[in-house]
Every structure is written in C-alpha cells, then in structure tokens.
C-alpha cells in the first residue's frame, strides 16, 4: 500500500513564516518562510517516506461558502508581504523537491485536500494529511491520518487516528463537522452557539450522536438553559454544517506521480536565495549521505 502525503500549503506556509525567526538573504530578501518550508517537508518525509506528495493552495475563498455567509473568512488579515514574496520560491523549491502542486480557481486546499483523500483511500493508499486545521480531521479515518504540527523537538509532528482524534477532541472523526457547528470556528469567522463550549459539546454528541439526535432529546438537555434557546439556533447549526463540511467529490484533473527530487536544481536554487547551509544540507541530503535522524526539524 503506498503512502500519499497531502500537504496544506498556506496553512504550512504561515507557520514556517512565524515560527523561524526573521531571517533574510544578502540582499535583503526575506527567506525565513523557506527555510522553514524545506525543513517540515524533510521531516514529514523522514518520518513517512511518502511515495506521492502533493501540496495543496488555496486560490481565493470558496465562494459557495462567502454566498452561505457573507462574512465567511472576512476576519483575516492580508498575507505578511513578506510571506507573498516567498510563495513563488516556495512552490519551485516544492516542485525541485519533486512534489505536486495544486489548486484550482476558487476552491479552498481543504476542500482539494478531503477530496484527494476520498479519491487515493478508494484506490487503495495510505493517506496523510498535513495541516494544523482542526476542519480536515473530519477526513481522518481507518486509512487517512492527520498530521498535527508539535511543539516537540523529538515528534514536530503529531499524528492524529480515529483513537487519537477522540481522545484530543472527545468525538469521533464523523462528528467534526457538528462540534464545530456547535462550538464555531473563529479562524473561519464560524459563531458557534453562545455559551457553548468544547465541554459542552462533546457532552451533546457523546450522548446523543449528532445535531439531530441533541434536538430530538431537548428534554434531557443540560445545563437546562439551552432547553429554551437551542430551537431558535436550528437554522444557524444547518448553515454552520455547510461551512465547515468539507467537499469530497472534487475532480482530480491531474495524474500523481511519485517522488522524484530535482536535487541539482534545488541546490543551485537554495545557492542563489543565500540558503547556503540549507544547500550543504541538500546535497548530503540527496546525495546519499544523510542519517535518518539528523535531518528532523522542530518548527
């Protein structure tokens, strides 16, 4: 069973941005987002050593979601400029080390992201799914993992199974989507129902399954006060499903191919952005002589 690495490219992209301190060429040039970039992707291949990796973008917020609700997203600041300057170096230090690229006008990576996975789990592959965005754990199943940055040195990756997603969220992966209906998600400008936290909502589900079940049992509602304000939510809770539910049925309009790293290339280019430690790194790296556990970075 191969092994497929799907990659949530901004979301990765802005942790490398502020995780690694400030850190600029010669020139002037901001590359701290890139040295961070290479680095996870040596981890994460380190650790899985994927036969397909494939790095998803957003291109623009969906607009099925913005028509839902018009203040979808709406929170966000602009990208760093700083950020914006390195994504092109970014995407071709992705492709030199031999991963895919993809996006498509308008659709969000989660949305390409649950959509690979339904595709490449039903051909037979091992999934995993890199991204700190809690929506894509509704993905997670007997065959999809989610990967969860970490904040330890020794596992900067946190891997997330149906056992594991229970025992952090207190659900089961298929009911995601409704404990964020109930609880929001302030990333995505999602409210959630006021006074309804994580607690209270893994009690609901745990007891009663889903939003339908919790509304067919009001009478055993607790604390009592949401007896008496759950029904005027209704519509909201439908419309919060929508958001957060993540489209699995997208088109694949591209043919995976395995791992094939341009090493003379991305050493060259690593050179010329003034990374030239990164560079030493890249041609032990791939020119064999590298260990496994030198090269796993904490971000």
């Given amino acids: 069973m191969d092994r497929y690495l799907l990659v949530d490219g901004l979301n990765l992209a802005y942790r490398c941005f502020f995780a690694v301190p400030e850190l600029t060429n010669a020139e002037g040039v901001a590359v701290n987002a ?48 700083a950020l914006q300057q390195q994504l092109s170096s970014l995407k071709k230090l992705s492709q030199y080390m031999g991963y ?42 007997d065959h999809v993992t989610l990967l969860r940055p970490s904040h330890q040195p020794s596992a900067p990756w946190k891997a997330f199974d149906p056992a594991a997603v229970q025992q952090h969220w207190g659900i089961h992966p298929e009911q995601m989507i409704d404990y964020l209906a109930l609880i929001g998600d302030t990333s995505d400008n999602i409210p959630g129902i006021p006074g309804v936290g994580p607690k209270t909502a893994q009690q609901w589900l745990q ?11 009001l009478d055993r509602i607790t604390p009592t006060r949401f ?10 809770l439908e419309t919060n499903q929508q958001l957060i539910r993540l489209e699995r049925s997208l ?39 590298r260990s496994m556990g030198q090269l796993s970075f904490d971000l």
């Fill in 251 to 289: 088109f694949m309009t591209f043919e995976a191919f395995p791992i094939q790293p341009q090493d003379d290339k991305m050493i060259s280019y690593l050179e010329q952005l003034g990374l030239d430690t990164l560079a030493a790194q890249a041609r032990r790296r791939y020119h064999h002589e």
């Fill in 34 to 81: 890139l040295q961070g970039w290479v680095r996870a992707l040596w981890s994460l291949e380190d650790r899985l050593h994927p036969h397909v990796t494939i790095v998803f973008f957003d291109q623009g917020i969906s607009t099925q979601r913005r028509a839902i609700l018009e203040s979808y997203k709406a929170n966000r600041p602009p990208m760093p400029e």
């Fill in 227 to 236: 007896v008496t304000s759950l029904p005027s939510h209704r519509e909201q």
């Fill in 207 to 217: 007891s009663f399954g889903d939003i339908k079940g919790i509304y067919q049992h």
């Fill in 100 to 141: 895919h690229i993809h996006f498509q006008e308008g659709m969000e990576a989660d949305d390409l992201i649950a959509s690979a996975a339904q595709h490449y789990t039903s051909s037979g592959h091992s999934i995993f799914i890199a991204s700190a965005d809690k929506d894509l754990a509704q993905c997670v199943s």
